[in-house]
């Protein structure tokens, strides 16, 4: 039977949106009688290859299933429109600035793939409720014949709003709080696909977390483009800190763990950092991704981030007084930034080392159109076969590092909740499992998905990653 695909490309927040492109959809595809198969996309466009990737995946899906109509949305979407839309086997392509129009913009292909009618009065209805101040954007999705472009720069549904979380194919959903992002670092195109920092309103926030309480959620993980800048446009309203909105869930719900996703340095600041003393290990889990990209201090300035290394190595021993040795540190590090000179690249290996990072996000420089960074690259760009050596020597260095500090927990118990098991491991009766600190484990014996437990590590398996039995 025709049924709806979504395949999703980057980071947690586009992850998010993926997932509730797809609620939406599934839910659509329930209702209605689908005449031939939806193929959504959800790509990326931080790098060159993120890009290529996208448009490799849409190759392959229309010489596979020619009929499907494929449906492209993400950055990918916002930045570059037009040259998706002209990719064969494309029916539309929805910006960012419409994505919480896609369910109701695939309606209408699969309504003119039927040469139905015009939706209905409450499909419509629905679509109005999206925002009251862009009546004209929901009418025209309800209404007008399919197109192929949705897209501009006014970002009005930038937000996915009415999804009902629950544990599912996601064990631990990712609930996007934060859209958008108003810095203006050298390199990144964020700012031109997502538009400025949005953030969803403290109730609208606290409902879905309560939902997915009552849903039977054991884990969510609060995600953002810029997480830590969230309630900053919500002045005069409460809860307007991103610390202050952790505190109301922990203390007003009942979601055993909360996660937070990647936050910039600086925006760990007291209060939250209190939080991970308070609650770290026990409601909150004990991780904390800050975005490094650069040990070197040229470097940042030239990138245009908002910290020195100084500043970044000061937050990190905050962190680490308030949560303890168990916390597990994470970083992205951009390599190959234009410009970066061996002497740059070794205050950065340094810098690594001298911090307890558990793992690594490494990722060459990529150029993108419309940033200060593509003239920079053009200007005085990195030889590639030099990207590779460093990012060669980073792996390594990553690799012990986290080997170190996993080996660290050998032979002690550790909280985790189950995931859904590949079948490999599942015919080995084994069971996948994420410790409250985000270490990835093989947990000996079979278990259901989302379930909370303490288990004791016994070792490491083949591919590196931890062992553990428990005696449930």
């Not at 996915?160 to 195109?189: M, W, Y």
């Amino acid at each position: 039977m025709p049924g709806v695909h979504i395949e999703n490309f980057g980071c947690r927040a586009a992850r998010a949106d993926g997932e509730a492109i797809g609620a939406q959809l599934h839910a659509l595809a329930a209702r209605e009688s689908l005449t031939t198969d939806v193929v959504v996309v959800n790509t990326c466009s931080v790098t060159a290859e993120a890009d290529r990737a996208a448009r490799a995946y849409i190759r392959r899906a229309h010489r596979q299933n020619p009929s499907a109509r494929i449906v492209v949305t993400g950055c990918y979407a916002q930045r570059a429109p037009q040259e998706l839309a002209a990719m064969p086997g494309v029916s539309a392509v929805i910006g960012n600035s419409h994505k919480a129009l896609a369910s109701q913009i695939v309606f209408r292909l699969i309504q003119s793939s039927k040469q139905s009618p015009l939706c209905s009065h409450d499909q419509a209805g629905a679509l109005v409720q999206i925002g009251q101040e862009h009546k004209d954007d929901a009418a025209q999705a309800a209404a007008a014949p399919p197109q192929v472009v949705w897209a501009d720069d006014r970002f009005a549904h930038s937000f996915i709003e009415d999804t009902l979380l629950a544990p599912g194919a996601q064990t631990r959903p990712n609930l996007k709080i934060q859209e958008g992002c108003s810095n203006r670092c050298t390199f990144c195109v964020i700012p031109q696909t997502r538009g400025p920092s949005k953030s969803l309103p403290s109730a609208v926030v606290i409902k879905h977390v309560e939902n997915f309480v009552a849903a039977g959620g054991n884990e969510l993980v609060l995600s953002g483009i810029n997480l830590g800048r969230w309630g900053r446009d919500l002045a005069g309203l409460p809860s307007t800190t991103l610390a202050d909105l952790v505190r109301s869930i922990i203390e007003g719900t009942a979601l055993p763990r909360l996660r937070l996703s990647s936050i910039e340095p600086m925006d760990w600041d007291e209060p939250l950092i209190r939080l991970m003393r308070e609650f770290g290990g026990k409601r909150l889990a004990l991780h904390a991704h800050l975005p490094l990209q650069s040990g070197s201090d040229s470097v940042l300035r030239r990138m245009h981030r908002r910290y020195r290394p100084w500043h970044y190595a000061g937050k990190v021993a905050e962190l680490l007084r308030a949560a303890g040795p168990d916390l597990t540190l994470g970083a992205d590090v951009m390599v190959g930034f234009p410009g970066e000179s061996d002497a740059e690249f070794e205050e950065t290996l340094n810098f690594i080392r001298a911090l307890p990072f558990a793992y690594l996000h490494l990722f060459p420089f990529s150029p993108r159109p419309g940033t200060r960074g593509w003239a920079l690259h053009a200007a005085d760009p990195v030889p590639a076969v030099v990207v590779e050596r460093r990012m060669a020597i980073l792996r390594a260095l990553a690799q012990e590092k986290s080997r170190r500090h996993r080996s660290r927990f050998i032979g002690r118990e550790l909280s985790m909740i189950t995931l859904q098991t590949g079948v490999t491991l599942a015919s080995l009766g084994h069971t996948a499992a994420l410790s409250g600190n985000f270490l990835p484990i093989e947990l000996e014996g079979r278990f259901p998905a989302n379930l909370l437990l303490t288990a004791r590590v016994t070792g490491f398996n083949s591919e590196g990653e931890l062992t553990a039995s428990c005696s449930l």
